[in-house]
């Protein structure tokens, strides 16, 4: 069922709730503090109300009226939303056909397909107000996300939306710039703890004193190097997302998923830097220019890497160009590829009987070959080659040739993490072939050493066999 989000203004509205049921009294308790009128009609609600402490009078609601009598066709004129629960089918079917045939909202609670809207569950903090629908197919789901969420969001925030709105345009003669301005109310919102059992007169003039320190006039702007994690969109920091949700501008290369990408600011410039196939973009020297130029016009640039930002990713040369320019920047850490992989695959990195340190190399090496096999490799180490599909064939012939075991346990893991993940297990002798036989293509890690044997797949086989052995 799809429903159109809107949020009504209250005094606007006059609220007919038809019903003396529990249920009716719930909306009464909803409404109530919003400043709408309301109008409640039906036999017992007079009781209802009282029982329910709602009574005008115990309450001191002057936006309450009540009529503690059966339904009339009166009770709908002037009114612009109807709430009907009844418990009563027959009286329940009068008001609807008579609500629809004066073409009025109406909601039958607990009963979407009656009702042409439904009500979210909401709840707010100050003037900030978060609703939920699901029109009605998963209540329960938008019960446990209201939870969630109502958790996570300080009681402080409330007070200190409605000090914000009250000192917002002396903020605005204090911080004349627009990104800087949206930088200040960043950063507030991001301490909104700090302001927990303050009155909104003294975050006020906290908020005004913080306006008042922070530097005016134009800014140099900023930039974040960012992780953006092997691809799971539910890998990403804290932090990294919400480097997203304030930038101005996103400098994405090809590993970045679209689902990271679509957790970004909905009026972020996005623009693409990566390598395609044929094509080598703009280059380094050309991203080096673009997050600097654009700094230097005072906006919020993240740089987003796939993976994390200083893991092969270029990342000396980008802080060094910044540096230069004395532009303020961050680097937000993401997971990594060999992380991530290791995670869904369920392969220990180190292990107490197999390996006891990790080297991580990349397969792309301005010679093609690296200087010392051997010590890559072997009995007792792990091995991680980033980019290394294309050069499978020389990195088996480089490690076997130093000595290094052709039996070595290898997983090849494609786009890890992500929904397409695949992989694939083999020797290290029979690399190349396994890569080929499987078309891998990048992004893709090689994961080399005994530590390979753990892998969840290779684990739930061997405990299979060794079952079925163990009951032959």
């Known amino acids: 069922m799809s429903s159109i989000p809107v949020f009504l203004t209250a005094e606007k509205h006059h609220i007919l709730i038809v019903g003396a049921t529990a249920a009716a009294m719930a909306k009464v308790g909803l409404f109530m503090p919003t400043g709408a009128r309301i109008s409640v009609t039906g036999s017992g609600a007079q009781a209802a109300l009282r029982d329910a402490g709602l009574l005008p009078e115990d309450t001191g609601a002057k936006n309450i009226v009540v009529h503690d009598r059966a339904f009339t066709e009166d009770d709908l004129t002037g009114k612009t939303l109807v709430y009907i629960a009844l418990e009563d089918d027959l009286a329940e079917e009068r008001v609807l056909r008579l609500a629809n045939a004066r073409r009025l909202p109406v909601n039958v609670v607990d009963k979407p397909a009656k009702s042409n809207f439904t009500t979210p569950a909401q709840f707010a903090r100050g003037p900030l107000q978060v609703a939920f629908s699901s029109g009605g197919m998963a209540p329960v789901f938008v019960r446990r996300l209201r939870s969630s969420l109502e958790r996570l969001l300080p009681p402080s925030l409330g007070v200190l939306a409605s000090a914000a709105g009250s000192v917002r345009s002396r903020v605005k003669t204090l911080i004349p710039d627009g990104t800087r301005r949206r930088l200040f109310w960043d950063r507030l919102y991001d301490n909104a703890g700090s302001y927990a059992d303050l009155g909104q007169d003294e975050v006020e003039r906290l908020i005004v004193d913080a306006a008042r320190n922070h530097r005016v006039g134009a800014t140099s702007g900023q930039v974040q190097l960012v992780g953006a994690g092997p691809g799971d969109p539910d890998l990403l920091t804290i932090k990294a997302h919400r ?48 997050i600097v130029d654009e700094a230097l016009k005072g906006r919020r640039v993240v740089r987003l890497k796939g993976g994390d930002p200083l893991l092969f990713a270029r990342a000396g040369e980008e802080l060094a160009a910044l540096r230069q320019h004395d532009i303020h920047v961050e680097v937000v850490p993401g997971i990594s590829a060999f992380q991530g992989i290791a995670a869904t695959t369920q392969i220990p990195l180190t292990d107490r009987e197999y390996s006891s340190s990790i080297t991580l190399v990349t397969g792309h090496l301005r010679d093609g070959a690296y200087k010392d096999w051997a010590r890559l490799a072997g009995d007792g180490q792990t091995l991680a080659v980033y980019m290394g599909v294309r050069g499978a064939g020389k990195i088996s012939a480089g490690l076997t040739g130093e000595g290094v075991k052709p039996s070595t346990p290898v997983a090849v893991v494609e786009n890890g993490t992500r929904a397409n993940e695949r992989r694939f297990y083999g020797t290290l002798a029979g690399l190349e072939e396994l890569v080929q036989r499987n078309a891998v293509k990048s992004p893709a890690l090689l994961l080399i050493g005994d530590v390979v044997n753990n892998a969840r797949e290779l684990a739930q086989t061997e405990f299979e066999a060794e079952r079925q052995r163990a009951t032959a």
């Open 243 to 290: 480097a997203l949700q304030q930038a101005d501008l996103i400098v994405y290369d090809r590993l970045v998923s679209r689902d990271v990408l679509a957790l970004a600011r909905r009026d972020a410039e996005l623009v693409f830097v990566g390598k395609r196939e044929g094509d080598h973009g703009i280059g380094q020297d050309g991203i080096n220019k673009l």
